[in-house]
């Protein structure tokens, strides 16, 4: 295939060292080139094809080619991404990554944890890209932004107590203000939540001490609430005695008054009190008792 002898058959070293040349010329600068014109777009990526640095179009998911030293492909992310606001997370604003501190509507001091998950809008990738080169560039000074205020923001508008008491109100409330805000700036917002609410020390130990006088208030409340009903209890027994009473004494008048109380005890003493006679004396009208 190849010959490197000369006219007289002697081995032409000048064709040997031209021809290895070549080869080595053609696997560092042509294969190089030519493999770098090809590329792939991965699931959840959009590419960004440039000109000379000028946008000149948006390349899809899988194999795509480009002319090598004159276009460029940049890969834009649009999965899922996790901002995080929480203490005891490790991602969120590189400025203050650890808490989102607010003000309640009572001028209580509030550390607020919240996770935020949102993709960008794969039909505004171009736009993105135009404005800030990178989806980092565009989480750092769009959503980032946009969270800290809307969370700051909404938290005014509640008491302390109420942002504890009414939490899923205001996380709805975020999350619909996030979403609306979000779609001017062309990304979706999957997912808000409220992690954690934090207080000063001092407004805590406050509350705690709120929480344990209504306790102590409630378990007083019930304590008389039992007393009233005891006491009820033995009102409610002493009108069944005397309404008794009232219907033996009733009784004991529609029998015949006093002759019927002494037929009464005369039978009683009869059972109990008497072993051989028992009666009442005529002209004293005392029970007469004898063996």
Partial sequence: MFNYTDK????????????????????????????????????????????????????????????PFIEKVTKMDVKTQTVNYDKNGNEGDSVDSSQLSGASKDLQDVSIGVVVNYHINAEKVEQIFAQYSS????????????????????????????????????????????????????AVLERFSVTNFEFSKAFTQAIETKVTAVQNAEAAKNKLEQIKFEAQ???????????????????????????????????????????SYCGLDASSGLLVTGK
Avoid at 144 to 161: D, F, G, H, L, N
């Fill in 8 to 67: 007289n058959g002697e081995l032409n070293e000048g064709k040997v060292i031209s021809h290895i040349v070549v080869v080595l010329v053609f696997i560092i600068v042509v294969l190089p080139i030519f493999f770098s014109s090809f590329g792939t777009i991965g699931a959840g990526e959009r590419g960004i094809k440039t000109r000379f640095g000028a946008i000149v179009g948006t390349v899809p998911q899988g194999l795509y080619f480009k002319v």
């Fill in 233 to 275: 209890q033995t009102i409610e027994t002493a009108k069944a005695q005397a309404e008794a009473i009232k219907i033996q004494a009733q009784a004991i008048n529609s029998q015949g008054g006093a002759d019927y109380v002494k037929l009464k005890m005369v039978e009683k003493w009869k059972g109990e009190g008497c072993t």
């Fill in 135 to 186: 989806v980092h560039n565009y989480e750092s000074n769009v959503i980032e932004p946009i969270i800290r205020e809307v969370v700051k923001s909404t938290s005014a508008q509640y008491t302390a107590e109420e942002l504890v008491t009414k939490r899923a109100e205001y996380g709805d409330k975020v999350n619909s203000t996030l979403a609306d805000r979000f779609a001017t700036k062309d």
